[in-house]
């Protein structure tokens, strides 16, 4: 019996070691869903945002994963972003600055909403462009 244990030991350690020569097995992982904008376009493009106080913003939020933000007051502010299920999510390249994501959908109206983690609800609008 102690010699059936040991061989089987034996075997379980000899299927989990490789030797270095062993080609590496391939991940099997999905690649990561990309998720567009509500609105049925993609995540990303040029945006009017009116915020909650009334003040508007333009968006200019890139393929490559970078945004710039221009506020009406001439404020620009310039990150990285990505689309998740149901939320944009925005990092600002400030020193010390955190991800921050607002939750987006059309709302009964059929307007495009973000609201922030304070709850202020922003209306969003695709800007069309040019190419």
């Known amino acids: 019996m102690k010699n059936i244990l040991t061989l089987a030991c034996a075997l379980a350690l000899l299927g989990c070691s490789q030797s270095e020569d062993a080609e590496p097995v391939a991940e099997t992982a999905e690649p990561p869903e990309e998720f567009g904008a509500p609105d049925g376009g993609p995540a990303y493009g040029t945006f009017n945002v009116t915020l909650a106080d009334g003040s508007t913003m333009i968006d200019e939020v890139r393929p490559d994963g970078t945004y710039t933000s221009t506020y009406a007051d001439g404020t620009i502010e310039n990150g990285t972003w990505v689309q998740k299920a ?38 969003i609008e695709r800007v069309e462009t040019e190419d």
Not at 106 to 116: F, P
């Open 86 to 123: 149901d939320a944009y999510c925005a990092t600002a390249d400030t020193e010390g600055a955190s991800e921050i994501c607002y939750p987006e959908k059309i709302d009964e109206g059929g307007v495009w909403t973000a609201t922030t983690p304070e709850g202020e609800i922003s209306v």
